[in-house]
């Protein structure tokens, strides 16, 4: 198989998009996407058939039935498989050349190493700890982290090292409280301050059901997803990481934009002054939507 395989036949419609030398930058960086399950997964894809050279994988999860209507690496074949080992032996079906670490749960255990390897880092994980691990990671090492919003409308969001992280800018109750210690009370103040934002900030609210996602919010069942939108948002990432790894600039800042495919646009933060005279009814609105 890797002797039928060639990298610049495979990667020879790319160029245009990108030049041939950058091409062959693509091929020598290496990404570390944390969590390869949805949005995650969906970005791996794409940099894997943009020929992005090698990637640092990690996830704690296996794939189950309920991924199959979203994530770009469930398959039936691949159910009950570990999500980063599946998805490093998908992505070598499609170049055989890559390199590929795989980490499990022991992720956290190499994640200053993983950071380190990499042009730029994908947070793919739902996991708030995970998350505050990977942000503050990331800042000691000076490399950019691209993000999504938990969202009904795909989003992006790049942090740069010197950016305000999602913790600061968001304002949640976990500064200063190491990942592996948070309380469910911080886990959820901090989702309904990524919630809050949301609302604010974009037309979501009128794409989903608010009724179930109420109840999400309260706790009562899992967080609805549906493969366009994970799979735009991935790709999304996807641009912003192909970016970082060819040094262009990146397209979104640390406050990001969504996007409506609804009504064909894009959605971009409000200003300070307005975000604030509207947050307070935001805030009864969640409260109601709890309720």
């Known amino acids: 198989m890797t002797g039928s395989f060639d990298y610049a036949e495979f990667s020879t419609r790319n160029i245009g ?10 091929r020598n960086s290496t990404i570390f996407v944390c969590g390869t399950g949805g949005m995650g997964g969906a970005c791996v894809m794409a940099l894997a058939r943009a020929g992005v050279g090698g990637l640092i994988l990690s996830d704690i999860d296996a794939f189950e039935i309920s991924n199959l209507n979203r994530q770009a690496f469930a398959f039936l074949d691949t159910m ?29 255990d ?7 390897e990499s042009a730029i880092v994908v947070n793919g ?4 700890g995970a998350s505050l691990l990977l ?3 990331a800042r000691k090492f000076g490399k950019s982290v691209i993000d999504a919003y ?27 409280t190491d990942w592996r210690n948070l309380t469910d009370d911080q886990r959820h103040q901090a989702f309904l301050r990524e919630a809050e934002y949301v609302i604010l900030n974009s037309s979501s609210r009128h794409h ?37 790894a060819l040094g262009r600039p990146q397209g979104a800042d640390c406050r990001g934009w969504f996007f409506n495919p609804y009504d064909g646009r894009v959605e971009r933060p409000r200003n300070k002054l307005v975000a604030s005279l509207l947050r307070p009814v935001i805030r009864r609105f969640l409260n109601k939507m709890m309720a």
């Open 80 to 108: 009950n498989r570990h999500k980063a080992e599946a998805t490093r032996d998908v992505c070598l079906t499609i170049n055989p050349e890559m390199r590929i670490t795989v980490h499990n749960a022991e992720w956290v």
């Open 150 to 176: 938990a969202s009904p409308l795909p989003s992006i969001y790049v942090t740069k090292a010197g950016d305000p992280m999602p913790e600061e800018r968001l304002g949640y109750p976990t500064q200063g």
């Open 17 to 26: 998009f990108v030049t041939t030398d950058e091409q062959a930058r693509l």
């Open 135 to 137: 942000y503050r990671t």
């Open 125 to 128: 994980t739902d996991d708030l």
């Open 208 to 244: 989903i059901d608010l009724d179930l996602a109420g109840e999400v919010a309260a706790g009562k069942r899992s967080r609805m997803s549906f493969a366009p939108m994970v799979l735009t948002t991935g790709n999304l990432m996807a641009y912003e990481a192909l970016a970082g």
């Open 110 to 116: 190499h994640v200053e190493e993983a950071v380190q």
